[in-house]
């Protein structure tokens, strides 16, 4: 590039425009929004083009009727203050928070487009094997955020993204996604109190929706239901309103995937292990869904082992302005 076009990007990048509805060409800081690539009830998702340094990221922006909310603008700089403190590699990276006028923003890692709910729509069910190759990564995120003090509260596909078009793709990776409800657990121990409803109806924990003491066991509880939703292609509850899918939740035993795919038999014991209504008769951890899963492909059996939790890690002071380094990338990643 030409030194003098390198200049032109330097001040088109120090003179951001700040529209009040966002869209294609608008600049946040140095980063131009190219496209739009998806929305949700606190933000939405653009895939983004840095001026001066020319690398694409996704940049999730806060809705601007949100942006004076201060606790909203809190969880939204919480989300990127949680992922870097876990720093895992099968987490959604995060490179940058910022503000630009009335919008507040997060720099992002760029996935494909389509997420696992958008693939499991398009394709129907997994199956186990490809059920175990998404859980996997997803139960060792799960159990780095744990260590580091966090439950994620809200496991589903539809938070869950590839860094490849295609689920089979040897080189692409799982990444979770969403920490903007993640639960910092507190100093007395492995429990925290949720004192404010936060989920997804159709995948929430019973003791979140009766607003108790949150762990580790909330998010297996979501990753049983997971589980089910990729195998079965629905979820294990539904109803006409979320108040009749949570009161499911709280009452009604898990169904058995074997009801509406006969072979998925060898994993009904599991479902229902995982999504037990009491946190103390679940799986203690995530690696202990995966390795039932496993187990049940292979043809074996795991002893349901005591639900032990262990302590969180002690904390450390994390910032954004220090990148972390990624580990165990796969070439191609």
């Known amino acids: 590039m030409l030194d ?3 200049e032109d990007l330097g001040r088109r990048a120090g003179r951001p425009v700040t529209p009040a509805t966002l869209g294609p060409g608008a600049v946040l800081g140095a980063w131009r929004l ?3 690539l998806a929305a949700g009830g606190c933000g939405a998702v653009y895939r983004g083009h840095h001026l001066v340094l020319g ?3 996704a940049i999730k922006v806060l809705h601007p009727h949100l942006a004076d909310d201060p606790a909203m603008v809190a969880r939204f700089i919480r989300e990127a203050q949680a992922i870097n403190r876990i720093g895992h590699p099968n987490i959604v990276d995060v490179f940058d928070v910022g503000t630009c006028g009335p919008h507040t923003y997060l720099v992002m890692e760029l996935l494909d487009d389509a997420n696992l ?10 199956t186990l094997p490809e059920c175990l190759a998404v859980l996997a990564p997803v ?3 799960l159990t780095a955020a744990h260590r580091a003090g966090f439950v994620h509260r809200d496991v589903k596909a539809r938070n869950i993204g590839f860094t490849r078009a295609r689920l089979d793709d040897p080189g692409g990776e799982v990444r979770l996604l969403d920490f903007g409800i993640a639960k910092l657990l507190g100093d007395g121990g492995v429990g925290s109190s949720a004192t404010v409803r936060m989920g997804t109806p159709h995948c929430i924990a019973p003791e979140q929706i009766r607003g108790e003491s949150i762990d580790a066991r909330t998010d297996v509880y979501a990753l049983g239901v997971l589980l089910f939703h990729l195998a079965t292609a629905v979820y294990p509850f539904d109803g006409d309103d979320s108040s009749e899918v949570e009161r499911k939740h709280l009452d009604a035993p898990p169904p058995r995937p074997s009801d509406l795919v006969p072979e998925l038999a060898i994993i009904d014991d599991l479902i229902a292990w995982a999504m037990a209504k009491a946190p103390d008769r679940r799986p203690a951890t995530p690696r202990a869904v995966v390795d039932a899963l ?6 074996t059996r795991v002893r349901r082992a005591p639900a032990r939790l262990a302590r969180p890690a002690p904390r450390r002071a994390a910032s954004l ?11 191609g990643g």
Do not use: V
């Not at 496993?294 to 043809?299: D, L, P, S």
């Not at 302005?321 to 070439?331: C, E, F, K, L, M």
């Open 294 to 299: 496993r187990a049940a492909i292979n043809g």
């Open 55 to 57: 690398r694409d990221a």
């Open 4 to 6: 003098h076009e390198t």
């Open 139 to 141: 139960a060792d995120a």
């Open 321 to 331: 302005a220090t990148p972390r380094r990624r580990r165990d990338r796969r070439p």
């Open 117 to 126: 709910e958008q693939r499991l729509d398009g394709d129907g069910r997994l």
């Open 34 to 36: 190219d496209h739009h």
